[in-house]
């Protein structure tokens, strides 16, 4: 089945300094979520990415989707003590019924 | 205000005791769906309903059931519990099908321990 996996599990960083998580399909995507989930809570949609090579900005945070759609990343430049949480990627190829989260990177941000 | 409200919120059974997880929408979405979330494996699906009466499983649907007899209500049923159904639980819903594109909202997740 279709397996969406995330890279780092983990990262540990200090206030200022810039993260990245990487999000692989073992297929095409039709399309691919961000989600991020603060400590002890629930997951959070953050965007939605559609076509191939698009790139969209929510202030620190930046998307990719890759040209093959096959991949994504959501890079946060200068992190903050609020950047942390577990962000997830979510994707599908589009001939199943459901989305199929990654398996999420650890945020840990420190001053 | 629009949400997606699971109870019970925590819980400790006892194996092979049934429970079932209420869940509730009220933005009139069709699409809701369970999710459970280990350490180190992320969200897995358990099952989904697309509409009333339809439901289908996701990745882990084993010692899982559900039912849709209503648009706002998805609850989930262990009929005889396991301590490997241990796990942080999640209702959520989207409008429609969220591999679509559509946004899935999350209830605030139901801590199960079975002893």
């Known amino acids: 089945g279709q397996q969406v996996m995330q890279i780092p599990q983990y990262q540990h960083v200090q206030e200022g300094e810039d993260f990245t998580t990487y999000c692989n399909s073992s297929t095409t995507l039709s399309n691919i979520q961000w989600y991020k989930q603060r400590p002890g809570g629930h997951p959070v949609f953050l965007i939605q990415?559609?076509?191939?090579?698009e790139v969209k900005k929510q202030k620190r945070l930046t998307f990719q989707f890759g040209e093959a759609k096959k991949n994504s990343s959501l890079h946060i430049t200068a992190t903050q003590t609020t950047d942390v949480g577990t962000y997830f990627c979510?994707?599908?190829?589009?001939?199943?019924?459901?989305?199929?989260f990654g398996t999420g990177t650890r945020l840990q941000v420190t001053l | 205000e629009a949400q997606v409200t699971q109870n019970p919120r925590y819980l400790i059974t006892v194996t092979g005791k049934k429970l079932t997880v209420t869940c509730s929408q009220n933005m009139n979405h069709e699409y809701m769906s369970w999710y459970r979330q280990d350490p180190g494996l992320g969200l897995r699906q358990i099952y989904y309903?697309?509409?009333?009466?339809?439901?289908d499983k996701g990745d882990v649907p084993e010692g899982y059931k559900v039912s849709r007899k209503e648009k706002r209500n998805f609850p989930l049923i262990l009929e005889s519990p396991s301590p490997n159904q241990t796990s942080l639980y999640f209702c959520?819903?989207?409008?429609?099908?969220?591999?679509?594109?559509?946004?899935?909202?999350f209830g605030e997740g139901s801590w199960l321990t079975v002893v």
């Open positions: 309903s697309m509409n009333v009466e339809v439901t």
């Open positions: 979510a994707g599908n190829t589009g001939t199943a019924s459901k989305l199929t």
């Open positions: 959520a819903s989207s409008l429609y099908n969220p591999s679509s594109g559509n946004t899935i909202y």
């Open positions: 990415l559609v076509k191939s090579g």
